[in-house]
């Protein structure tokens, strides 16, 4: 991570690898640095990362030809902050061939975070304002550092201890539902086409590495208004080793 710049890996039916495909598709030329996600729509591939081109990469969001993954264009997606402050963006999703969306948080400690709307035209991108109720403290009211997920005209994503609920055509928060102190960890759509996702368990103390956990984790059911139809707590939880962090190489263990 940032020594390298990043590449896309394809699998054939067959299961068989092939790496490099976008440098070999464009002469040589690498995506960028820290490729970070992915969103495939309108006849495109839509790739996102954080550092861009610092390692002479093509860019921070790079827009291909999803049959011949050929370039179409690359721009440097500059976001900042509502306070004016640098960002890494992380995760994307593409709502039309005119629309996308990025959750990004703050560089250096992530201490904020949030969802900007972008405009896609030919062959550019405007940054738009970040989007009104999605941005606050990283941990407890942000936007959360996990893939958000587009359905029937809405994009669904976490934000701190809620799920919110985003009408692309205003801009607009249309619904937020929210578990105190049960920071939402994933959101994704499930097989009867509503959409789940999963909370951490409540704790007491400072952070949850430090304190007592009170609650187990749990995973939430809702329909497309909102409406929440099913609740289910993961008895016994779900334990992992306690992270340690080590700002010298900025990775836990």
Known sequence: MTSANGMLVWYDKS???YEEVFEQANGGKEIGNVVQDMFMANDRIYLLTQNGGSMNGAGRFVVCDARTMRMEYADPLVIKTPEGKDTWPQHLVVVSPTKAYVQYSESGMETTSGICALTLGDGSVEVGATVEGTFGAFSTEGAVKTRMVLSRGKLFA????SLVIVDPATDAVEKR????????????KGADGNIYFALAGTYSGTSPNMGTLTSDPMIVGIDHSGTVVSEKELSGG???PI?????AIGMCA
């Open 238 to 240: 779900v334990r992992f």
């Open 158 to 161: 976490g934000c701190g201890h």
């Open 243 to 247: 992270a340690t962090w080590s700002p």
């Open 15 to 17: 299961g068989k690898e």
């Open 177 to 188: 539902i929210t578990y105190e102190g049960r920071q939402v960890k994933g959101v994704v």
